[in-house]
Protein backbone atom coordinates (compact mmCIF):
# COMPACT_ATOMS: atom_id res chain seq x y z
CA UNK A 1 0.00 0.00 0.00
CA UNK A 2 1.84 3.39 -1.02
CA UNK A 3 1.65 6.04 1.60
CA UNK A 4 -0.89 8.45 0.16
CA UNK A 5 -3.05 5.19 0.47
CA UNK A 6 -2.21 4.28 3.64
CA UNK A 7 -3.15 7.99 4.40
CA UNK A 8 -6.64 7.45 2.69
CA UNK A 9 -7.23 4.31 4.60
CA UNK A 10 -6.30 5.99 8.21
CA UNK A 11 -8.49 9.31 7.99
CA UNK A 12 -11.40 8.82 5.39
CA UNK A 13 -13.81 5.56 6.13
CA UNK A 14 -14.89 3.77 3.13
CA UNK A 15 -18.23 5.33 3.21
CA UNK A 16 -16.85 9.72 3.34
CA UNK A 17 -14.51 7.68 0.14
CA UNK A 18 -17.67 7.16 -1.63
CA UNK A 19 -19.53 9.94 -0.61
CA UNK A 20 -16.15 12.56 -1.97
CA UNK A 21 -15.85 10.35 -5.12
CA UNK A 22 -18.96 12.69 -6.90
CA UNK A 23 -17.67 15.77 -5.91
CA UNK A 24 -14.13 14.69 -7.34
CA UNK A 25 -15.36 13.88 -10.57
CA UNK A 26 -17.80 17.19 -10.26
CA UNK A 27 -13.59 18.76 -10.22
CA UNK A 28 -12.34 17.06 -12.85
CA UNK A 29 -15.52 17.98 -15.38
CA UNK A 30 -14.77 21.82 -13.96
CA UNK A 31 -10.98 21.32 -14.52
CA UNK A 32 -11.54 20.28 -18.55
CA UNK A 33 -14.02 23.12 -18.90
CA UNK A 34 -11.53 25.28 -17.86
CA UNK A 35 -8.52 23.98 -19.87
CA UNK A 36 -11.54 23.78 -23.04
CA UNK A 37 -12.20 27.08 -22.42
CA UNK A 38 -8.37 28.80 -21.99
CA UNK A 39 -7.39 26.60 -25.19
CA UNK A 40 -10.91 28.07 -27.19
CA UNK A 41 -9.35 31.23 -26.19
CA UNK A 42 -5.83 30.63 -27.09
CA UNK A 43 -6.89 29.37 -30.36
CA UNK A 44 -8.89 32.30 -30.70
CA UNK A 45 -5.48 34.30 -30.31
CA UNK A 46 -3.50 32.69 -32.74
CA UNK A 47 -6.47 33.26 -35.29
CA UNK A 48 -6.95 36.66 -34.93
CA UNK A 49 -2.93 36.86 -34.91
CA UNK A 50 -2.87 35.18 -38.41
CA UNK A 51 -5.92 37.11 -39.57
CA UNK A 52 -4.18 40.11 -39.03
CA UNK A 53 -0.12 38.87 -40.54
CA UNK A 54 -2.67 38.23 -43.09
CA UNK A 55 -4.11 41.37 -43.50
CA UNK A 56 -0.90 43.54 -44.52
CA UNK A 57 0.30 41.28 -47.26
CA UNK A 58 -0.66 42.28 -50.64
CA UNK A 59 -3.52 41.46 -52.56
CA UNK A 60 -5.87 42.78 -50.28
CA UNK A 61 -8.78 40.86 -52.32
CA UNK A 62 -10.92 43.81 -53.27
CA UNK A 63 -13.41 41.96 -55.44
CA UNK A 64 -13.92 38.91 -52.48
CA UNK A 65 -14.43 42.35 -49.93
CA UNK A 66 -16.73 43.90 -51.61
CA UNK A 67 -18.89 40.77 -52.49
CA UNK A 68 -18.54 40.03 -48.81
CA UNK A 69 -20.00 43.57 -48.05
CA UNK A 70 -23.29 43.01 -50.48
CA UNK A 71 -23.91 39.45 -48.91
CA UNK A 72 -23.39 40.70 -45.05
CA UNK A 73 -24.83 44.12 -45.35
CA UNK A 74 -27.55 44.41 -48.19
CA UNK A 75 -28.89 41.20 -47.68
CA UNK A 76 -29.46 41.64 -44.04
CA UNK A 77 -30.72 45.11 -44.47
CA UNK A 78 -34.60 43.54 -44.37
CA UNK A 79 -34.10 41.84 -41.75
CA UNK A 80 -32.32 44.42 -39.83
CA UNK A 81 -34.92 47.09 -40.92
CA UNK A 82 -37.78 45.03 -39.89
CA UNK A 83 -36.42 44.16 -36.34
CA UNK A 84 -35.90 48.05 -35.97
CA UNK A 85 -39.30 48.69 -37.11
CA UNK A 86 -40.86 46.23 -35.23
CA UNK A 87 -38.61 47.45 -31.71
CA UNK A 88 -39.62 51.12 -32.51
CA UNK A 89 -43.38 50.36 -32.86
CA UNK A 90 -43.87 48.18 -29.76
CA UNK A 91 -41.51 50.97 -27.60
CA UNK A 92 -43.58 53.47 -28.85
CA UNK A 93 -46.96 51.54 -27.56
CA UNK A 94 -45.29 50.28 -24.57
CA UNK A 95 -43.77 53.76 -23.31
CA UNK A 96 -46.87 55.45 -23.84
CA UNK A 97 -49.27 53.71 -21.26
CA UNK A 98 -46.20 53.97 -18.62
CA UNK A 99 -45.52 57.85 -19.48
CA UNK A 100 -49.46 58.34 -19.65
CA UNK A 101 -49.42 56.68 -16.04
CA UNK A 102 -46.63 59.25 -15.02
CA UNK A 103 -48.21 62.46 -16.75
CA UNK A 104 -44.93 62.29 -18.94
CA UNK A 105 -46.61 61.73 -22.38
CA UNK A 106 -44.74 64.60 -24.17
CA UNK A 107 -41.82 63.14 -23.48
CA UNK A 108 -42.17 60.23 -25.64
CA UNK A 109 -40.90 61.50 -28.94
CA UNK A 110 -37.61 61.82 -26.84
CA UNK A 111 -37.64 58.85 -24.61
CA UNK A 112 -38.36 56.61 -27.37
CA UNK A 113 -35.55 58.28 -29.80
CA UNK A 114 -33.31 58.53 -27.40
CA UNK A 115 -33.64 54.79 -25.86
CA UNK A 116 -33.83 53.82 -29.94
CA UNK A 117 -30.33 55.75 -30.59
CA UNK A 118 -28.43 54.81 -27.64
CA UNK A 119 -29.06 51.70 -27.05
CA UNK A 120 -32.32 49.52 -28.85
CA UNK A 121 -30.94 49.93 -32.13
CA UNK A 122 -27.61 49.24 -31.76
CA UNK A 123 -27.97 45.55 -29.56
CA UNK A 124 -30.92 44.87 -31.90
CA UNK A 125 -29.02 44.91 -34.84
CA UNK A 126 -26.16 42.81 -33.28
CA UNK A 127 -28.23 40.28 -32.06
CA UNK A 128 -29.98 40.25 -35.59
CA UNK A 129 -26.64 39.95 -37.61
CA UNK A 130 -25.28 37.61 -35.26
CA UNK A 131 -28.15 35.28 -35.78
CA UNK A 132 -28.31 35.82 -39.62
CA UNK A 133 -24.86 36.47 -40.43
CA UNK A 134 -22.67 34.50 -37.92
CA UNK A 135 -24.40 31.26 -38.48
CA UNK A 136 -23.77 31.89 -42.50
CA UNK A 137 -20.37 32.59 -41.65
CA UNK A 138 -20.21 29.65 -39.47
CA UNK A 139 -21.59 27.21 -41.30
CA UNK A 140 -20.22 28.12 -45.13
CA UNK A 141 -16.39 28.00 -43.97
CA UNK A 142 -17.51 24.60 -41.61
CA UNK A 143 -18.75 23.20 -45.13
CA UNK A 144 -15.51 24.72 -47.12
CA UNK A 145 -13.31 23.38 -44.42
CA UNK A 146 -15.22 19.41 -44.50
CA UNK A 147 -15.17 19.42 -47.91
CA UNK A 148 -11.53 20.57 -48.59
CA UNK A 149 -12.56 23.45 -50.25
CA UNK A 150 -9.84 25.82 -47.65
CA UNK A 151 -7.16 22.96 -48.18
CA UNK A 152 -7.79 23.57 -52.14
CA UNK A 153 -7.94 27.42 -51.94
CA UNK A 154 -4.34 27.17 -49.11
CA UNK A 155 -2.61 24.86 -51.88
CA UNK A 156 -3.65 26.96 -54.99
CA UNK A 157 -0.78 29.55 -52.97
CA UNK A 158 -3.93 31.71 -51.63
CA UNK A 159 -3.85 32.71 -47.47
CA UNK A 160 -7.79 31.95 -46.64
CA UNK A 161 -6.81 33.60 -44.10
CA UNK A 162 -7.19 36.40 -45.61
CA UNK A 163 -9.17 35.72 -48.62
CA UNK A 164 -12.04 34.15 -46.06
CA UNK A 165 -11.59 35.53 -42.58
CA UNK A 166 -10.40 38.76 -43.19
CA UNK A 167 -12.55 39.85 -45.81
CA UNK A 168 -15.32 38.66 -43.43
CA UNK A 169 -14.54 40.47 -40.95
CA UNK A 170 -14.12 43.92 -42.02
CA UNK A 171 -17.53 43.69 -44.35
CA UNK A 172 -18.86 42.58 -41.17
CA UNK A 173 -16.70 45.80 -39.61
CA UNK A 174 -18.28 48.47 -41.80
CA UNK A 175 -21.33 47.35 -42.62
CA UNK A 176 -22.87 47.20 -38.72
CA UNK A 177 -22.62 50.42 -38.18
CA UNK A 178 -24.43 51.14 -41.48
CA UNK A 179 -27.05 48.69 -40.65
CA UNK A 180 -27.07 50.14 -37.25
CA UNK A 181 -28.30 53.47 -38.93
CA UNK A 182 -30.90 51.70 -40.80
CA UNK A 183 -32.12 50.32 -37.42
CA UNK A 184 -32.44 53.54 -36.11
CA UNK A 185 -34.57 54.79 -39.05
CA UNK A 186 -36.97 52.05 -39.34
CA UNK A 187 -37.41 52.30 -35.56
CA UNK A 188 -37.66 55.58 -35.26
CA UNK A 189 -40.45 56.00 -38.41
CA UNK A 190 -42.61 52.77 -37.10
CA UNK A 191 -42.72 54.32 -33.50
CA UNK A 192 -43.77 57.71 -34.89
CA UNK A 193 -46.36 55.67 -37.02
CA UNK A 194 -47.62 53.67 -34.05
CA UNK A 195 -47.90 56.50 -31.63
CA UNK A 196 -49.72 58.97 -34.36
CA UNK A 197 -52.27 55.64 -34.88
CA UNK A 198 -53.30 56.61 -30.93
CA UNK A 199 -52.78 60.36 -31.33
CA UNK A 200 -52.21 61.72 -34.48
CA UNK A 201 -49.05 63.90 -34.79
CA UNK A 202 -46.97 65.84 -37.74
CA UNK A 203 -43.43 63.55 -38.23
CA UNK A 204 -41.67 66.63 -38.28
CA UNK A 205 -43.16 67.79 -34.82
CA UNK A 206 -42.22 64.41 -33.54
CA UNK A 207 -38.37 64.56 -34.68
CA UNK A 208 -37.91 67.77 -33.71
CA UNK A 209 -39.48 66.72 -30.01
CA UNK A 210 -37.46 63.79 -30.25
CA UNK A 211 -34.19 64.94 -31.12
CA UNK A 212 -34.30 67.77 -29.09
CA UNK A 213 -32.20 66.83 -26.25
CA UNK A 214 -30.25 64.37 -27.92
CA UNK A 215 -26.37 65.77 -28.94
CA UNK A 216 -23.86 64.18 -31.83
CA UNK A 217 -22.39 62.23 -28.80
CA UNK A 218 -25.27 60.94 -28.15
CA UNK A 219 -25.35 59.45 -31.52
CA UNK A 220 -21.94 58.75 -32.82
CA UNK A 221 -20.48 56.49 -30.02
CA UNK A 222 -23.61 54.04 -29.81
CA UNK A 223 -23.51 53.73 -33.25
CA UNK A 224 -19.98 53.49 -33.74
CA UNK A 225 -19.65 50.75 -30.91
CA UNK A 226 -21.44 48.15 -33.31
CA UNK A 227 -17.96 47.85 -35.41
CA UNK A 228 -17.08 46.37 -32.17
CA UNK A 229 -19.73 44.07 -32.80
CA UNK A 230 -19.35 43.29 -36.17
CA UNK A 231 -15.38 42.96 -35.21
CA UNK A 232 -17.01 40.45 -32.73
CA UNK A 233 -19.67 38.72 -35.10
CA UNK A 234 -17.08 38.02 -38.09
CA UNK A 235 -14.29 37.22 -35.77
CA UNK A 236 -16.07 34.09 -34.03
CA UNK A 237 -18.12 33.47 -37.15
CA UNK A 238 -14.68 32.66 -39.40
CA UNK A 239 -13.17 30.71 -36.18
CA UNK A 240 -15.80 28.45 -35.17
CA UNK A 241 -16.11 27.76 -39.13
CA UNK A 242 -12.45 27.17 -40.38
CA UNK A 243 -12.68 24.94 -37.00
CA UNK A 244 -14.84 22.83 -38.38
CA UNK A 245 -14.29 19.18 -37.92
CA UNK A 246 -16.38 16.14 -38.50
CA UNK A 247 -18.89 15.94 -41.16
CA UNK A 248 -22.22 17.49 -41.39
CA UNK A 249 -22.87 17.55 -37.46
CA UNK A 250 -19.52 19.28 -37.49
CA UNK A 251 -20.54 22.66 -39.65
CA UNK A 252 -24.04 22.10 -37.79
CA UNK A 253 -22.31 22.70 -34.40
CA UNK A 254 -20.15 25.59 -35.84
CA UNK A 255 -23.00 27.18 -37.28
CA UNK A 256 -24.97 26.83 -33.56
CA UNK A 257 -21.77 27.25 -31.98
CA UNK A 258 -21.01 30.74 -34.07
CA UNK A 259 -24.46 32.31 -33.13
CA UNK A 260 -24.54 31.39 -29.58
CA UNK A 261 -20.79 32.50 -28.87
CA UNK A 262 -21.09 35.97 -30.98
CA UNK A 263 -24.56 36.59 -29.44
CA UNK A 264 -23.04 36.07 -26.07
CA UNK A 265 -19.83 38.28 -26.76
CA UNK A 266 -21.99 41.14 -28.23
CA UNK A 267 -23.71 41.39 -25.11
CA UNK A 268 -21.32 40.92 -22.82
CA UNK A 269 -19.33 43.69 -25.27
CA UNK A 270 -22.39 46.25 -24.92
CA UNK A 271 -22.11 46.20 -21.14
CA UNK A 272 -18.32 46.93 -21.42
CA UNK A 273 -18.81 49.60 -24.48
CA UNK A 274 -21.89 51.15 -22.66
CA UNK A 275 -19.79 51.63 -18.91
CA UNK A 276 -16.74 53.06 -21.38
CA UNK A 277 -18.76 55.37 -23.36
CA UNK A 278 -20.74 56.81 -20.40
CA UNK A 279 -17.15 57.86 -18.94
CA UNK A 280 -15.37 58.96 -21.63
CA UNK A 281 -18.31 60.26 -24.26
CA UNK A 282 -20.89 61.76 -21.42
CA UNK B 1 -5.42 22.13 -30.42
CA UNK B 2 -3.71 23.70 -33.84
CA UNK B 3 -5.18 23.45 -36.94
CA UNK B 4 -3.42 22.04 -40.21
CA UNK B 5 -3.30 25.97 -41.69
CA UNK B 6 -2.06 27.25 -37.93
CA UNK B 7 0.25 24.61 -37.98
CA UNK B 8 2.06 25.31 -41.06
CA UNK B 9 1.77 28.81 -40.91
CA UNK B 10 3.72 29.04 -37.58
CA UNK B 11 6.11 26.71 -38.56
CA UNK B 12 9.72 28.11 -38.07
CA UNK B 13 10.53 30.56 -41.08
CA UNK B 14 13.04 30.79 -43.64
CA UNK B 15 13.57 34.27 -44.95
CA UNK B 16 10.72 35.20 -47.38
CA UNK B 17 13.48 36.33 -49.81
CA UNK B 18 15.23 32.86 -50.52
CA UNK B 19 15.52 32.59 -54.39
CA UNK B 20 12.35 31.76 -56.93
CA UNK B 21 11.88 29.00 -58.31
CA UNK B 22 13.77 29.15 -62.25
CA UNK B 23 12.45 28.23 -65.82
CA UNK B 24 8.59 26.78 -66.21
CA UNK B 25 6.39 24.89 -64.17
CA UNK B 26 9.35 25.11 -61.76
CA UNK B 27 11.47 22.60 -63.03
CA UNK B 28 15.55 22.41 -62.31
CA UNK B 29 17.73 19.76 -62.89
CA UNK B 30 17.79 17.43 -59.81
CA UNK B 31 14.66 15.55 -58.68
CA UNK B 32 10.96 17.00 -58.21
CA UNK B 33 10.61 15.85 -55.34
CA UNK B 34 12.54 13.85 -52.44
CA UNK B 35 11.44 13.05 -49.11
CA UNK B 36 14.11 11.75 -46.46
CA UNK B 37 12.97 10.33 -43.50
CA UNK B 38 9.37 11.68 -43.33
CA UNK B 39 7.52 11.21 -39.91
CA UNK B 40 4.04 11.97 -38.89
CA UNK B 41 1.93 11.07 -36.04
CA UNK B 42 -1.80 12.07 -34.69
CA UNK B 43 -1.55 11.81 -31.33
CA UNK B 44 -0.31 8.39 -31.14
CA UNK B 45 -1.41 7.11 -34.01
CA UNK B 46 1.76 6.68 -35.97
CA UNK B 47 0.72 7.36 -39.57
CA UNK B 48 4.28 7.76 -41.53
CA UNK B 49 7.44 6.27 -39.51
CA UNK B 50 10.57 7.51 -42.08
CA UNK B 51 9.16 7.54 -45.36
CA UNK B 52 12.02 7.99 -48.13
CA UNK B 53 10.94 8.73 -51.63
CA UNK B 54 12.65 10.78 -54.74
CA UNK B 55 10.15 12.04 -57.81
CA UNK B 56 12.33 12.38 -60.95
CA UNK B 57 10.69 15.28 -63.33
CA UNK B 58 8.77 13.98 -65.90
CA UNK B 59 7.71 10.91 -64.12
CA UNK B 60 4.88 9.37 -62.23
CA UNK B 61 4.98 7.69 -58.95
CA UNK B 62 1.76 5.49 -57.67
CA UNK B 63 1.50 5.47 -54.04
CA UNK B 64 -0.16 2.33 -53.47
CA UNK B 65 -0.73 0.85 -49.79
CA UNK B 66 -4.05 -0.21 -47.61
CA UNK B 67 -6.44 2.66 -46.21
CA UNK B 68 -4.95 4.79 -43.10
CA UNK B 69 -2.09 3.89 -44.42
CA UNK B 70 -1.11 7.63 -44.56
CA UNK B 71 -1.04 8.07 -48.89
CA UNK B 72 -3.08 11.33 -48.48
CA UNK B 73 -1.48 12.81 -45.52
CA UNK B 74 1.68 12.14 -47.37
CA UNK B 75 0.56 14.37 -50.88
CA UNK B 76 -0.74 17.21 -47.79
CA UNK B 77 2.98 17.07 -46.66
CA UNK B 78 4.58 17.56 -50.09
CA UNK B 79 1.95 20.54 -50.72
CA UNK B 80 2.54 22.13 -46.62
CA UNK B 81 -0.98 21.66 -45.79
CA UNK B 82 0.10 19.52 -43.27
CA UNK B 83 3.65 19.83 -41.23
CA UNK B 84 5.54 16.66 -40.67
CA UNK B 85 6.76 15.70 -37.15
CA UNK B 86 10.39 15.27 -39.13
CA UNK B 87 12.19 14.93 -41.81
CA UNK B 88 12.78 16.24 -44.87
CA UNK B 89 10.95 17.77 -48.03
CA UNK B 90 12.76 18.85 -51.04
CA UNK B 91 10.43 20.45 -53.73
CA UNK B 92 13.14 21.29 -57.04
CA UNK B 93 16.12 21.58 -54.22
CA UNK B 94 14.22 23.14 -51.58
CA UNK B 95 13.32 22.37 -47.90
CA UNK B 96 9.77 23.35 -47.49
CA UNK B 97 9.55 22.44 -43.86
CA UNK B 98 10.93 26.01 -42.40
CA UNK B 99 9.73 28.11 -45.40
CA UNK B 100 7.98 31.62 -44.43
CA UNK B 101 4.64 31.30 -45.66
CA UNK B 102 5.09 33.74 -48.89
CA UNK B 103 7.59 31.13 -50.05
CA UNK B 104 5.44 28.70 -49.78
CA UNK B 105 3.35 30.04 -51.38
CA UNK B 106 5.67 30.54 -54.02
CA UNK B 107 6.29 26.81 -54.45
CA UNK B 108 2.86 26.76 -54.48
CA UNK B 109 2.12 27.88 -57.54
CA UNK B 110 4.21 25.23 -59.07
CA UNK B 111 2.44 22.26 -57.68
CA UNK B 112 -1.08 21.46 -58.93
CA UNK B 113 -3.55 19.63 -56.09
CA UNK B 114 -6.71 17.40 -57.25
CA UNK B 115 -7.80 16.09 -54.08
CA UNK B 116 -10.18 13.08 -53.58
CA UNK B 117 -13.56 14.84 -53.51
CA UNK B 118 -11.80 17.41 -55.74
CA UNK B 119 -12.85 20.23 -53.59
CA UNK B 120 -14.42 22.81 -55.96
CA UNK B 121 -15.53 25.58 -54.76
CA UNK B 122 -19.58 25.13 -54.56
CA UNK B 123 -20.01 28.88 -54.57
CA UNK B 124 -18.47 29.39 -57.65
CA UNK B 125 -19.48 28.20 -61.22
CA UNK B 126 -16.92 25.67 -63.26
CA UNK B 127 -15.53 28.68 -65.08
CA UNK B 128 -14.54 30.07 -62.15
CA UNK B 129 -13.37 27.37 -60.39
CA UNK B 130 -10.32 27.21 -63.19
CA UNK B 131 -10.66 31.42 -63.40
CA UNK B 132 -9.51 31.57 -59.06
CA UNK B 133 -5.92 30.97 -59.29
CA UNK B 134 -5.12 32.31 -62.29
CA UNK B 135 -6.86 35.93 -61.05
CA UNK B 136 -5.29 35.38 -58.16
CA UNK B 137 -1.18 34.58 -59.64
CA UNK B 138 -1.34 35.10 -63.54
CA UNK B 139 -1.67 39.05 -64.61
CA UNK B 140 -3.75 38.56 -67.63
CA UNK B 141 -6.70 40.29 -69.61
CA UNK B 142 -10.25 39.05 -68.95
CA UNK B 143 -10.48 37.59 -72.55
CA UNK B 144 -7.41 35.93 -72.37
CA UNK B 145 -8.02 34.66 -68.96
CA UNK B 146 -11.23 33.42 -70.42
CA UNK B 147 -9.65 31.96 -73.55
CA UNK B 148 -7.44 29.67 -70.88
CA UNK B 149 -10.11 28.36 -69.24
CA UNK B 150 -11.69 27.53 -72.33
CA UNK B 151 -8.73 25.68 -73.49
CA UNK B 152 -8.01 23.97 -70.05
CA UNK B 153 -11.80 22.87 -69.87
CA UNK B 154 -11.46 21.68 -73.68
CA UNK B 155 -8.12 19.59 -72.30
CA UNK B 156 -10.35 17.66 -69.25
CA UNK B 157 -13.69 17.36 -72.29
CA UNK B 158 -15.69 20.14 -70.34
CA UNK B 159 -15.58 23.19 -72.44
CA UNK B 160 -19.51 22.70 -72.73
CA UNK B 161 -20.08 23.22 -68.96
CA UNK B 162 -18.54 26.69 -68.10
CA UNK B 163 -21.60 27.73 -66.51
CA UNK B 164 -22.74 25.43 -64.41
CA UNK B 165 -22.18 25.04 -60.63
CA UNK B 166 -20.23 22.12 -59.30
CA UNK B 167 -23.58 20.83 -57.49
CA UNK B 168 -25.17 20.43 -61.12
CA UNK B 169 -21.81 17.66 -61.83
CA UNK B 170 -21.45 14.34 -61.54
CA UNK B 171 -18.50 12.85 -59.49
CA UNK B 172 -16.54 12.09 -62.76
CA UNK B 173 -17.00 15.54 -64.20
CA UNK B 174 -16.28 17.02 -60.69
CA UNK B 175 -12.81 15.28 -61.06
CA UNK B 176 -12.14 16.62 -64.73
CA UNK B 177 -13.23 20.11 -63.32
CA UNK B 178 -10.60 20.04 -60.65
CA UNK B 179 -7.82 18.22 -62.71
CA UNK B 180 -8.24 21.64 -64.95
CA UNK B 181 -7.86 23.55 -62.10
CA UNK B 182 -4.81 21.88 -61.00
CA UNK B 183 -3.51 22.64 -64.12
CA UNK B 184 -4.10 26.49 -64.52
CA UNK B 185 -0.81 27.42 -63.61
CA UNK B 186 0.92 24.72 -65.69
CA UNK B 187 2.68 23.49 -62.95
CA UNK B 188 5.91 20.88 -62.86
CA UNK B 189 4.50 18.64 -60.27
CA UNK B 190 1.05 17.08 -60.01
CA UNK B 191 -0.28 15.62 -56.81
CA UNK B 192 -3.72 13.06 -57.24
CA UNK B 193 -5.70 11.80 -54.48
CA UNK B 194 -7.62 9.21 -55.69
CA UNK B 195 -8.59 10.01 -59.32
CA UNK B 196 -10.47 7.07 -59.36
CA UNK B 197 -12.12 6.93 -56.66
CA UNK B 198 -15.91 6.38 -56.41
CA UNK B 199 -16.44 6.04 -60.29
CA UNK B 200 -17.76 3.20 -62.41
CA UNK B 201 -15.21 1.58 -64.49
CA UNK B 202 -15.48 3.55 -68.04
CA UNK B 203 -15.25 7.01 -66.13
CA UNK B 204 -12.26 5.71 -64.24
CA UNK B 205 -10.65 4.24 -67.61
CA UNK B 206 -11.90 8.38 -69.03
CA UNK B 207 -9.96 9.70 -65.87
CA UNK B 208 -6.59 7.31 -66.71
CA UNK B 209 -6.55 8.08 -70.22
CA UNK B 210 -6.69 11.83 -69.58
CA UNK B 211 -3.89 12.18 -67.14
CA UNK B 212 -1.98 10.08 -69.27
CA UNK B 213 -2.74 12.58 -72.18
CA UNK B 214 -1.77 15.22 -69.84
CA UNK B 215 0.85 14.02 -68.88
CA UNK B 216 2.37 13.97 -72.53
CA UNK B 217 1.40 17.00 -73.28
CA UNK B 218 2.51 18.76 -70.11
CA UNK B 219 5.34 16.81 -68.99
CA UNK B 220 4.35 16.83 -65.39
CA UNK B 221 6.20 14.78 -62.42
CA UNK B 222 3.03 13.31 -60.52
CA UNK B 223 2.08 11.65 -57.58
CA UNK B 224 -0.77 9.62 -58.14
CA UNK B 225 -2.21 8.08 -54.50
CA UNK B 226 -4.70 5.62 -55.26
CA UNK B 227 -6.35 2.57 -54.25
CA UNK B 228 -6.84 1.12 -58.00
CA UNK B 229 -4.11 -0.80 -59.08
CA UNK B 230 -5.39 -1.34 -62.40
CA UNK B 231 -5.41 2.67 -62.75
CA UNK B 232 -1.80 3.03 -61.22
CA UNK B 233 -0.25 0.06 -63.71
CA UNK B 234 -1.94 2.32 -66.65
CA UNK B 235 -0.40 5.87 -65.90
CA UNK B 236 2.24 5.01 -63.38
CA UNK B 237 6.00 4.52 -64.14
CA UNK B 238 6.50 3.69 -60.89
CA UNK B 239 4.65 1.91 -57.66
CA UNK B 240 5.71 2.49 -54.52
CA UNK B 241 3.22 0.65 -51.47
CA UNK B 242 3.10 1.96 -47.91
CA UNK B 243 2.79 -0.26 -44.99
CA UNK B 244 3.12 0.45 -41.49
CA UNK B 245 4.07 4.12 -42.44
CA UNK B 246 7.10 2.79 -44.50
CA UNK B 247 7.67 1.76 -48.08
CA UNK B 248 7.79 -1.53 -48.11
CA UNK B 249 8.54 -1.77 -51.95
CA UNK B 250 9.69 0.54 -54.71
CA UNK B 251 9.97 -0.06 -58.11
CA UNK B 252 8.09 -0.77 -61.60
CA UNK B 253 4.74 -2.96 -61.60
CA UNK B 254 6.69 -5.59 -62.74
CA UNK B 255 8.91 -5.86 -60.32
CA UNK B 256 6.15 -5.56 -57.26
CA UNK B 257 5.00 -8.37 -59.27
CA UNK B 258 8.17 -10.50 -58.66
CA UNK B 259 8.15 -9.50 -54.78
CA UNK B 260 8.32 -12.92 -52.71
CA UNK B 261 6.77 -10.33 -50.10
CA UNK B 262 3.57 -11.90 -48.30
CA UNK B 263 2.13 -8.72 -47.57
CA UNK B 264 2.92 -7.35 -51.39
CA UNK B 265 1.49 -10.67 -53.23
CA UNK B 266 -1.37 -10.65 -51.27
CA UNK B 267 -2.00 -6.79 -51.87
CA UNK B 268 -1.61 -7.43 -55.85
CA UNK B 269 -3.71 -10.54 -55.60
CA UNK B 270 -6.27 -8.88 -53.95
CA UNK B 271 -6.72 -5.95 -56.21
CA UNK B 272 -6.18 -7.56 -58.98
Known amino acids: MSHDARIRHRWISPAAGQALLPMSSTLTSVWIL ?43 LPLVALAGAAIGAVLSLESRSSLVRFGAKSMLPAALVYSIIRETGPIVTGLVVSGRVG ?94 FG ?32 SLFVILADVVLVKFILVFFS | MMHPEQEVLLGVEESAATPAIESSGGKSDGPAVILRGLHKSFGSQIVLDGIDLTLKNGETLAV ?18 QKSDSGSI ?55 QGDRVKELLAAVGMEGDLKKMPSDLSGGMQKRVGLARALALEPGILLLDEPTAGLDPITAGEIDELILKLQ ?36 SFQELEKSDDAFVSEFLQRDS
Not at chain 1, 43 to 60: H, K, S, Y
Not at chain 1, 178 to 197: K, N, P, R, S
Request: with cysteine.
Open chain 1, 34 to 76: INRLLEWFGDLGLFAWQVMRAAVRRPFEGRELIRQLDEIGSKS
Open chain 1, 135 to 228: AGIGAELGSMKVTEQIDAIEASGVNPFKFLAFTRIVACILMLPLLTLAADFCAVVFGWIAETLVEPVSFLRFINKGFLGASFSDFVAPTLRTAV
Open chain 1, 231 to 262: LIIGMIGCFQGMRTQGGTAGVGFSATSSVVLS
Open chain 2, 64 to 81: LGRSGTGKSVLLKLIIGL
Open chain 2, 90 to 144: CIHGREINRLHLDAMNEIRKKMGFLFQQAALYDSLTVEQNVAFPLKRHIKMTESE
Open chain 2, 216 to 251: EEHDVASIVVTHDLHSAKTIADRLALLYEGKVLIEG
